[in-house]
């Protein structure tokens, strides 16, 4: 988030000083809002001060916006306390982080089914963000390499995803300089088509991306056969083209709730998988993880070794510091939960995800997007011809009003060439009960009676924001939505 220091002159006596209301000496003192305060204040001030603004956030167990964790066990949480002052990048310090750290890295792979002779190789990552920074840079490196040994030229790569991507691969394609070949929707295919991808691929591509579950709509892209048609066309051109799965969020649904499905490791194009341990991996925000095939993905060049902590540490990661206790939390979790743990949590959170599919369509204005098999969560639409007709509200007057009552439900228009379609979402996390989801339903039906009754009043803005889930508006290069609504702003 990038934040803007205010000038002088937008700063008047009322905006730029907090006025904290307490009966107590240390907290009647007006204190600077924007200017590092001259003298300090007792603990329990400065904790009252900001606990008390954070009032105003949302409510984490009613963000139904978001895949990230909010709730832990106590046991996590004091796992994660006690290590908040260990540096992740200090191996030399902490030999038994990196060594749990080595370990879940062992278990993902194995999930994920590198081959058991394999070298497979990876590492924690900030989220999946991060992991598909570093995933993406392996398979630009990889292709040049590859093309230089064959003395061709080396300056136009490009990457081949849907254009459903999460915003992280348009940031990478821009950041690292490589083009961004996108397969548009259409109106009845949320995500990327193969004979539509692999018409994109040619010698300056690097990588193709399926999505294994889309942030859209949660479907799980077609990874087998986006696998089968580079099997064909790599062999066909001589060329050796990888796929990388982004299984930020499913990573941790399919092989709990779908272990037959072939998407990992079983592949032969499949080079590379990142996925977010803060999503289903079910850990608090900060940890993502990603996993090559072989160390031979990993080019050597990307591997930067430091002394100056003791030994010898090869490190890979955009930043250097970080904080160890997501990942030991991830290893808590690994521990604790075990196979059938997390095979029970997504069994719940799907059976949850079914009831509320079931409670949106018996309002019987809707029409559902998500499908059965794919993450838990829901997606619906207003039903078709309804939106702008009969109906006088749209989704985002649905989010609007949901509001009111603390829900938090995101409204959005599909990617391009689907951007005509906006939908409401649901994503069902572990402590949304099916009690909270009926209620949900409850609240959604009553909203939807009352913008009936009331005719086309509007409380969804139309102040120009994405309709794509956490997308900077100005970081957009494709064709953005004709009518661009959000929930933000409400009144
Ligand atoms: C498919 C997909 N990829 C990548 C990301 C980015 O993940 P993170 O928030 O872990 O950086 C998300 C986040 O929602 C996602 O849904």
Avoid at 198 to 214: A, C, F, K, P, Y
Avoid at 325 to 337: M, T
Wanted: glycine content about 8%; overall charge negative.
């Amino acid at each position: 988030m990038l934040a803007r220091k205010l000038k002088t002159s937008e700063l008047d006596e009322e905006n730029s000083q907090l006025a904290p209301m307490y009966g107590t000496r240390e907290l009647c003192e007006p204190v600077p809002r924007y200017q590092l305060p001259q003298h300090g204040m007792p603990a329990n001030a400065a904790y009252q001060i900001i606990h008390d603004e954070l009032n105003l956030d949302g409510n984490p167990t009613l963000n139904l916006a978001s895949f990230v964790t909010t709730w832990m066990e106590p046991e996590a949480d004091k796992v994660m306390s006690e290590s908040f002052g260990r540096n992740f990048i200090d191996a030399d310090e902490y030999p038994q982080t990196t060594e749990i750290h080595n370990r879940c890295v062992n278990m993902l792979a194995r999930l994920f089914h590198a081959h058991e002779q394999g070298d497979a190789v990876g590492c924690a990552t900030v989220g999946s963000s991060e992991a598909i920074h570093l995933a993406g840079l392996a398979l630009k490196w990889r292709w040049r390499k590859r093309r230089s040994s064959e003395g061709k030229p080396t300056d136009a790569p490009n990457i081949v995803f849907g254009a459903n991507v999460q915003v992280c691969w348009e940031k990478f394609a821009r950041y690292w300089d490589v083009e961004p070949r996108y397969v548009p929707l259409t109106r009845d295919r949320y995500v990327i088509g193969v004979d539509e991808a692999m018409e994109l691929v040619d010698e300056n591509t690097i990588g193709v991306v399926g999505i294994l579950g889309s942030t859209y709509t949660g479907e799980f892209e077609p990874v087998s056969e986006l696998n089968d048609a580079l099997v064909e066309l790599n062999a066909k051109h001589g060329w050796d083209v990888a796929l990388h799965v982004d299984a930020a969020s499913g990573g941790f649904v399919a092989p709990f709730l779908r272990p037959d499905l072939e998407w990992d490791f079983r592949l032969p194009t499949v080079h590379s998988i990142n996925v977010s341990g803060h999503k289903y991996g079910l850990v608090y925000p900060g940890v993502g993880w990603v996993v090559w095939r072989s160390e031979e993905d990993l080019p050597d060049e990307l591997i930067f070794h430091v002394n100056y902590l003791g030994g010898d540490q090869p490190t890979f990661s955009l930043n250097f510091s970080k904080g160890s206790g997501q990942i030991l939390a991830q290893y808590y979790n690994f521990l604790r939960l075990g196979v059938e743990g997390y095979t029970d949590i997504m069994r719940g959170l799907e059976e949850t995800a079914s009831y509320l599919t079931k409670a949106v369509e018996s309002v019987g204005r809707f029409e559902i997007m998500s499908k059965p098999g794919t993450l838990p969560l829901v997606c619906w639409r207003v039903a078709e011809g309804a939106e702008r007709g009969a109906r006088p509200y749209t989704v985002f007057d649905i989010a609007a009003h949901l509001r009111q009552r603390g829900w938090i439900v995101p409204a959005y228009t599909l990617a391009p060439n689907a951007q005509d379609i906006a939908v409401l979402r649901v994503v069902v996390r572990e402590g949304f009960s099916r009690d909270l989801a009926g209620m949900l339903a409850d609240d959604l039906k009553r909203t939807v009676e009352h913008l009936e009754s009331q005719g086309p009043v509007h409380l969804g803005t139309s102040h120009a924001r994405p309709g794509r889930p956490g997308l900077a508006a100005a970081a957009r290069s494709r064709p953005r939505p004709k009518e661009d609504k959000t929930t933000r702003g409400v009144c």
